[in-house]
């Protein structure tokens, strides 16, 4: 088994070994894998933090000691809170890392960051203060930053800013937690899942206080909530349809 890990701000992980295939999520700085397979110019991972697993090119692969790979994943996190900062490498060269990006290897593989960072689990009421960084982010299939993001990397990246892993998927995260009976009985920092006409889970976005929920649609926005679901209240109509609702701390 050979081990890597995200050296750049930003790389796409995409579902097929090309750059037109789709692009399911994406790797921010500090994210380490696992190559799982090889195919020409292009690696198969599966990233230590959710087990997702896509494909990168391997011009964009940075390799890493089973070693280093094992201290960096059992060492609290070191989590950047700026929406934008820089990392020095070994050449003096700086490049920009975004919020939600994991510092704990830089040291590890000679980069030098001076801004802030937050470790360790985090209450609800932090949550809600990163979720609300995210605000009007545009939203991106795949995306898991501020300059795009889609519902369930938003409600991962606030998770994981705070302390608190998630899956990736809106349906993997809906089986996580402890399902709440009733709308009332949740909390804001609480998740709520929404499905389909076929009762497939497809969103997610969390709650805020006054009936208030924060998501991903079209932009990261605020919206009403009640028991059917999320109220628009520019189209007077419920966009999605709710299903549960899930306590993860």
Known sequence: MEY????????????ENNHRSEMVSQLLYGDCYKIIEKRKSWYKIRMHWDGYEGWIP???IYQIEKEIYSKITASTPQISTDLINYITDENDLMFPIILGSNLS??????HV?????????KGKEWLIKTAYMYLNAPYLWGGRSPMGIDCSGFTQMVYKINGTPLKRDASQQAQEGE???????????????FDDKE???????LLLENHNIIHAHGTVRI????????????????SHKLRMI???I
């Open 246 to 248: 899930k306590k993860m």
């Open 179 to 193: 399902t709440l009976s009733f709308i009332e009985e949740s909390e804001a920092g609480d998740l709520a899942f």
């Open 223 to 238: 919206d009403q909530i009640d028991q059917t679901g999320i109220f628009n209240s520019e189209t007077q109509t419920h």
């Open 4 to 15: 890597g890990i995200c050296h750049l701000g930003i790389i796409p992980l995409r579902n």
């Open 58 to 60: 391997s011009n964009q």
């Open 199 to 205: 009762g497939k889970i497809t969103h997610v976005g």
């Open 113 to 121: 960051f001076e801004g802030k960072t937050q470790a360790g689990k």
């Open 105 to 110: 290897g830089a040291k590890t593989i000679n």
